[in-house]
């Protein structure tokens, strides 16, 4: 697998390679004011399951087959689409899964599932995009699952408006699109491998507490 590219903007320093200073000595009880927050990767791994989840569900749902794009990753937070479908999990696996997508891509999609041409995004068709997205979410774990990370999803969260920020804080994002005769889909996965390994029950959001600003 090719390495990640180099995501720092134009002109930003490189972080030193050798002996560490005293601010990289100080122990991990004596975090100093105003340092930075620990950088969290998203496991790669991890995704995989989620867009075969994604392919099978749309498949099984709408008729549709889907193009899977080109990966990447985004480590500055969420700008919102027309339509965001979010959930969160909790056990082996923690973070924040995203499907964003215009407005006319969640009607025909909602139109599909439902079997009638929908003309605006209503309470039906909004439902039945949280639906799908709960759906193809509760796929992924069940092969997370059987892969031995078993975790708990929350309900699903669907925000309309295009334009708000949402961050992940620490978590990197992998962004995936998925590409139909309905439009495109992003899936974008900000998790990590959990630790609340005891947890049975997500709370929206966790761990990541995604933070709503403008609309």
């Known amino acids: 697998m090719r390495p990640w590219p180099d995501h720092r903007p134009p002109g930003a320093a490189r972080e030193p390679v050798g002996r560490p200073g005293p601010e990289r000595r100080a122990s991990a009880g004596q975090r100093r004011p105003g340092r930075r927050r620990e950088e969290r990767p998203v496991n790669v791994k991890f995704l995989n399951p989620f867009v075969e989840a994604a392919y099978e569900v749309l498949r099984a749902e709408t008729g549709v087959a889907v193009a899977r794009g080109d990966l990447a990753l985004d480590k500055h937070p969420y700008v919102t689409d027309d339509v965001t479908v979010i959930l969160s999990l909790v056990g082996r696996v923690e973070g924040t899964v ?118």
């Open 98 to 215: 995203f499907y964003s997508m215009s407005r006319e891509t969640a009607m025909a999609l909602a139109s599909l599932m439902l079997g009638e041409r929908l003309r605006e995004l209503d309470g039906l068709a909004q439902s039945g995009v949280a639906e799908l997205g709960n759906v193809i979410t509760g796929r992924a774990t069940v092969k997370l699952a059987d892969a031995g990370y078993a975790s708990t999803i929350s309900p699903p969260t669907l925000l309309v408006g295009r334009g708000a920020t949402i961050s992940t804080l620490d978590f990197h994002r992998l962004v995936v699109p998925l590409d139909s005769d309905c439009g495109r889909v992003l899936i974008q996965l900000a998790v990590r491998e959990g630790a609340n390994r005891g947890q049975t029950m997500a709370a929206l959001p966790v761990p990541a507490r995604p933070a709503l600003a403008g609309s």
